[in-house]
């Protein structure tokens, strides 16, 4: 049996903290983010962890105005979630089912969403004006 590190427990309590903060059940966030219902209850029950970048971005969709992170992170973060759309990209096209395309679209959509709020932010904080 597979026992937790200290920082997968504190990750997965992190985790159900934010989806209930939100008034999600597993299910419910599950849907929001596009993944499996089954990998939200392995990320919150610590049997995984999602990735850093994962956490950050979930975080931020849940946060609509990105306080929590300075410029810097902003830019790691939309640098990591483009290496992410590519990759999904790379898979959409060489995917065999329909389901697997439409699950697959439906990531790259939300990761599209929080990269454009991340540019956004980051123009209105420099003054910019965002449109």
């Given at each position: ?11 997965s ?6 989806r ?8 419910g ?30 975080e931020?969709?849940l946060d ?6 300075n410029v810097?992170?902003?830019?790691e ?23 697997k ?11 599209n ?6 540019f956004?932010t980051e ?9």
């Amino acid at each position: 049996m597979h026992s937790q590190t200290g920082g997968e427990r504190s990750v997965s309590r992190r985790l159900k903290a934010l989806r209930e903060q939100y008034g999600y059940t597993q299910v419910g966030a599950a849907e929001r983010f596009g993944i499996p219902v089954d990998t939200w209850r392995s990320w919150e029950s610590g049997r995984r962890c999602p990735a850093p970048y994962m956490m950050r971005l979930m975080e931020l969709y849940l946060d609509s105005k990105g306080r929590f992170l300075n410029v810097e992170e902003r830019r790691e973060l939309a640098a990591a979630v483009s290496g992410r759309i590519e990759s999904l990209a790379a898979l959409y096209t060489s995917a065999s089912s329909e389901e697997k395309r439409r699950s697959l679209s439906k990531s790259i959509s939300v990761l599209n969403h929080i990269r454009l709020r991340l540019f956004l932010t980051e123009e209105t904080e420099d003054g910019e004006d965002p449109s």
